[in-house]
């Protein structure tokens, strides 16, 4: 597909035909891609757990006030962001050049070290990145997607086994579309989100 196309024919779908699956293979394809989205320091910190057992599906469904689309998909993916991703980070830097490794890694700890409001932050937004990448590249391969954040994260992180270096940033649901979701609601026009320079600048074209 062209990328105009994914990103005109993305939505957010809720109707799911259960009988459909992906396999293991297919899923190793999109996450080959997933993988490919930034993250600050490129310390990556984004685990995904893939839910395709049916009785596991049923109880995330629970932990998800009950939205049907968690059970019917072929893949509810709840996308975790790890807090502590910047200890990986000589893992990461491993084969950089050691003046790179020395600059690099010191300052990453500087970085992070003890502050908490920030793991969280850069946890947050690396998974939703990658979240945006997974839904473009299922929708490139014909699936549907579906982002969520109606679900308990504790009871999630229970079910999931979370240990307490990663938190539940989003739920995915992926497969194939039954319903049609209903026409795009209201976007707001590029005149209002977008200023130049200020938050009290002018809009593009003087609007
Ligand atoms: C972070 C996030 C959380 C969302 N949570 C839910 C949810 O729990 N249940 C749901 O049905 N839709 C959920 N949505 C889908 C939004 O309602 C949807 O993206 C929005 O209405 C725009 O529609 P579109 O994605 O089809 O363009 C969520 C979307 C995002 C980005």
New binding site residues.
């Given amino acids: 597909m062209e990328f105009l196309e994914i990103v005109q024919q993305r ?2 779908v ?1 109707s799911y035909d259960p009988e459909k699956a992906i396999s293991d293979a297919e899923l190793k394809e999109l996450f080959d891609e997933v993988v490919l989205s930034p993250s600050s320091f490129n310390l990556q910190h984004w685990t995904f757990i893939a839910v395709k057992d049916s009785e596991q599906k049923k109880l995330l469904k629970e932990a998800a006030w009950g ?1 049907p689309q968690v059970e019917d998909c072929s893949v509810a993916i709840v996308v975790c962001g790890k807090l502590d991703a910047y200890k990986d980070a000589p893992k990461i830097y491993k084969d950089a050049p050691k003046e790179v490794q020395e600059g690099l890694l010191p300052m990453i700890n500087n970085f992070y070290e003890g502050k908490e409001q920030l793991q969280r932050d850069e946890a947050i937004r690396s998974a939703s990145l990658a979240a945006m990448t997974l839904m473009y590249a299922a929708k490139n391969r014909g699936w549907a997607t ?5 679900f308990d994260p504790e009871a999630a992180s229970k079910l999931l086994k979370l240990t307490r270096a990663y938190i539940p940033v ?1 739920l995915l649901v992926l497969g194939y579309q039954k319903k049609a ?1 209903r026409p ?2 209201y976007r707001r026009p590029v005149e209002e989100i977008v200023r130049l320079n200020t938050l009290d600048g002018p809009g593009l074209n003087g609007a």
């Fill in positions: 939505r957010s809720k939205q579906g982002p969520m954040i109606g989003m979701p795009r609601d």
